[in-house]
């Protein structure tokens, strides 16, 4: 009997050996693939952030032009970052580029008056917002050495207005920075409190949301600003007028100095005017007779508007005389001679000052001539 009961108690023993041997394989096998998923997932994320990196530094390499050394090159934007030995402008497409400041640096005025001599300023003049063209030469760490640097005084002033304005901003956002920094400091020393420190947070946050949208409202109006500066050298016709002239004559008759002191007096109401005068004749005799002639008729009418109506000469184009060119009318008929015998006067007023969107200028002469068919302002030549 106990010999029975000691085969038995080993049998069972086997028993639970077999079966226990599947279990143990099968439970070895489960933790072996799920170390192996896990460490394909950990190499899959690492691969992921690593081509996130990547595509990051190659966006922000992608917004900053490099200048060839030597080469010479030729800039327009407006400066966004102002050291004590460079700029950093932004061109139209987003791209930076450095200029470096050097002794030999000019910053001149890009005047559009003919009549007066260009205004000189110091390094200390380019400010941020600033819109500026930079002529220079690369060097050998990409920038561009300058050797001169333009804008415009209206320019300028605008970029005084934006400094003043918004340096007070920044000002305002590096102080609420600094709050919402010690905020969070005190929220991690002082966890019992954190209803409290989270509504401190979320109105420092308020705050620097606010001084954002000041910012972008700031920002808005210096590109609106700009934009109308940027249109105060295009010009559109807002009144003409034609005198005509009898055979081999530059003497202005009654009817012409009627309509003459009529534009005059027209021109004296508008902003920022200048007046367009362009000579003609017909084509009896020679070329350069007639161009002679088509002169004397362009300074007659510049004279008496000059003496008779003070224009200033700075608000009068160089008058042209263009002889018989562009005739109005067939010069081989009487009528058509008498209307070609005549002086076109414009009043040109800047579109940056009356608002208009439109950008084409006097002097492009394919807009100029499409103009004269409706307003008869002759093309520049």
Do not use: C, W
Not at 36 to 42: A, I, P, Y
Not at 183 to 189: I, K, T, V
Not at 231 to 250: C, G, H, I, P, W
Not at 329 to 356: C, F, H, M, P, Y
């Amino acid at each position: 009997m106990r010999s029975t009961r000691t085969i038995n108690l080993l049998l069972a023993l086997m028993t639970g050996v077999i079966l226990m041997v599947p279990a143990v394989a099968q439970e070895e096998n489960r933790s072996t693939t799920q170390t192996t998923g896990q460490s394909r997932d950990r190499v899959t994320t690492q691969s992921a952030q690593g081509q996130d990196q990547q595509n990051q530094t190659m966006n922000n390499e992608a917004r900053t032009t490099r200048v060839a050394s030597g080469q010479k090159q030729k800039f327009s934007g407006i400066i966004v970052k102002r050291n004590p030995d460079n700029i950093i402008i932004r061109d139209q497409s987003g791209a930076d580029v450095t200029v470096n400041l050097t002794n030999s640096t000019k910053v001149t005025e890009r005047k559009s008056n003919p009549f007066r001599r260009a205004k000189n300023y110091d390094t200390t003049a380019l400010l941020r917002g600033l819109q500026v063209e930079v002529e220079g030469r690369g060097d050998n760490s990409g920038a561009l050495n300058a050797d001169k640097i333009k804008f415009t005084n209206d320019e300028y002033q605008v970029a005084r207005s934006i400094e003043s304005r918004v340096t007070p901003v920044e000002g305002r956002v590096t102080e609420a920075e600094g709050r919402l920094t010690a905020a969070e400091q005190n929220a991690q020393r002082l966890s019992g409190q954190i209803e409290e420190l989270g509504q401190v947070t979320n109105t420092l946050k308020d705050n620097i949301k606010s001084v954002q949208n000041t910012a972008e409202a700031a920002m808005a109006g210096v590109n609106s600003t700009n934009e109308r500066i940027s249109m105060l050298d295009d010009y559109e016709a807002q009144q003409n007028t034609t005198v005509n002239f009898k055979v081999n004559s530059a003497v202005l008759s009654p009817e012409a100095k009627a309509a003459l002191d009529q534009i005059a007096t027209q021109a004296q109401t508008q902003k920022g005017f200048i007046i367009q005068v362009a000579g003609y004749a017909s084509a009896d005799g020679s070329e350069d007779r007639n161009r002679a002639l088509s002169q004397r008729r362009a300074d007659a009418v510049v004279r008496y508007l000059v003496e008779n109506h003070n224009i200033p000469l700075r608000r009068i184009i160089t008058p042209f005389g263009y002889g018989e060119s562009h005739p109005v009318a067939d010069n081989t008929t009487r009528e058509g001679r008498q209307q070609n015998r005549r002086v076109e006067v414009a009043i040109l007023v800047s579109k940056g000052l009356t608002g208009t969107t439109a950008t084409n200028r006097p002097a492009d002469t394919t807009n100029t001539q499409s103009t004269q068919r409706t307003s008869n302002v002759p093309p520049q030549q």
